[in-house]
């Protein structure tokens, strides 16, 4: 899984959700992928303006894919196999 935040031109949060074959299958198999935002290092506050979910092969692939939209206040965090699952 590949996780991105990036801010809109309205000021608010785009969280940025990639997932790959791995985590497909992943899924498939009845497992399901847990995601945790505080990560992402979100200000207490800001509002979460969209959320967008893609896929690539892999994390890599999904990088690359990412390249193009990166800007200079753009976190990226690679999580190959999803988060801990909350407890």
């Known amino acids: 899984m590949v996780k991105a935040v990036a801010t809109l031109p309205d000021g608010s949060t785009l969280i940025v959700m990639g997932i790959s074959e791995a985590n497909v299958q992943h899924l498939k198999d009845g497992r399901p ?10 200000a207490p506050g800001t509002t979460v303006g969209a959320i967008t979910l893609f896929y690539g092969r892999d994390e890599t ?7 193009a939209l ?15 699952r909350p407890h």
Do not use: C, H, Q, S
Request: proline letters at 9%; a negative charge; glycine letters at 6%.
């Open 61 to 67: 692939e999904m990088a690359r894919m990412l390249k």
């Open 33 to 42: 992928i847990y995601f945790n935002p505080t990560a992402l290092k979100i």
């Open 70 to 84: 990166i800007g200079p206040d753009t976190e990226v965090l690679i999580v190959p196999k999803g988060d801990e």
